[in-house]
């Protein structure tokens, strides 16, 4: 099992930017599919960025498209989930999640990922 350690949440501005970190202990993040999830009240947890294995493919939801980055250090051991010109409606727990399958998919349901963060509070005010 991957433990997973998110860090960066915060309460940030209409426009502003915030960064999301999340270190996988006990496995090397490039042996991983990860993917940042967010859940607001209410709401179904939903992806917003995965990152296959390979570190080549990566996924987005329409509602982030061309605002959120997920990129990968493997010297850090990290993931990282960088919010830029966040809106209101971003306003969630976000979780990071991990899966060491072989698949060479991406995956943006939940169901692949075994692994899951403790969620970090996300709030952007109007």
């Known amino acids: 099992q991957v433990q997973l350690v998110e860090s960066g949440g915060g309460l940030v501005q209409t426009g502003g930017s915030l960064t999301l970190s999340c270190a996988p202990s006990?496995?090397?993040?490039?042996?991983?599919?990860m993917a940042w999830f967010r859940q607001a009240p209410g709401k179904e947890r939903e992806c917003v960025a995965a990152l296959s294995r390979s570190g080549f493919r990566t996924w987005y939801a329409d509602a982030v498209k061309g605002r959120f980055t997920i990129s990968r250090e493997d010297g850090l051991n990290t993931v990282f989930l960088h919010m830029n010109r966040m809106e209101p409606e971003d306003t969630a727990v976000y979780y990071c999640?991990?899966?060491?399958?072989?698949?060479?998919?991406?995956?943006?349901?939940?169901?692949?990922?075994?692994?899951w963060g403790q969620g970090t509070q996300v709030t952007v005010s109007s």
């Open positions: 006990g496995r090397a993040v490039d042996s991983l599919h």
């Open positions: 999640a991990a899966s060491a399958s072989p698949s060479t998919l991406i995956f943006t349901a939940p169901a692949p990922y075994t692994d």
